[in-house]
């Protein structure tokens, strides 16, 4: 199987994920009832994001086969390199205990601090490229760790709670 049929598969994937997204997000109450906007509908973000997903899908679907539709090289240079393995596993359990463990067992922002601040700290010290250009000391990654960690923490909050109008635990 070929990169291009890959693609097509993974298209059709997304293209049906994305419509049951909006097929969901569609039969979520809107409160019209009362008064309130279409945008303040707890399904508009997510009917929104199923749209953008179909048409990703679709764009998937219907792109042609470009020459290196044979060439699995991505696929060769992500599994066969050793770092790049390192930074996917850790991506990937730093993102599980997020989830599985900080999110719901403790209130949204100091999780969502902790992973931003874990995150940055993990990837830009112990599993920073070899070839990057600019080393920085360890206190000064650890301050961007915080202040980010500290403005995405507190600025999804705020966009959630005052744009979305849902409670984050």
């Not at 996917?88 to 067992?105: D, I, P, R, S």
């Not at 874990?118 to 599993?127: H, T």
């Amino acid at each position: 199987m070929n990169n291009s049929s890959l693609d097509r598969i993974s298209g059709v994937f997304f293209t049906l994920l994305g419509a049951l997204v909006f097929a969901g997000a569609w039969a979520m109450p809107r409160f019209e009832a009362q008064g309130a906007p279409i945008y303040q509908a707890p399904g508009f973000t997510p009917a929104l994001l199923g749209i953008g997903l179909s048409i990703c899908g679709l764009f998937l679907v219907f792109r042609p086969a470009g020459k290196a539709a044979e060439d699995f090289g991505f696929w060769s240079d992500v599994l066969g390199n050793s770092a790049n393995r390192k930074r996917a596993l850790a991506a990937f359990a730093l993102t599980l205990g997020y989830g599985a463990v900080l999110f719901g067992n403790m209130p949204y922002v100091p999780a969502t601090f902790l992973f931003m601040f874990a995150f940055v700290a993990v990837f830009e010290i112990w599993l920073k490229p070899e070839d990057a250009t600019k080393k920085m000391p360890i206190w000064r990654v650890l301050t961007i760790a915080a202040v980010l960690g500290l403005i995405v923490s507190f600025g999804t909050h705020i966009i959630f709670q005052k744009l979305f109008l849902v409670q984050l635990p």
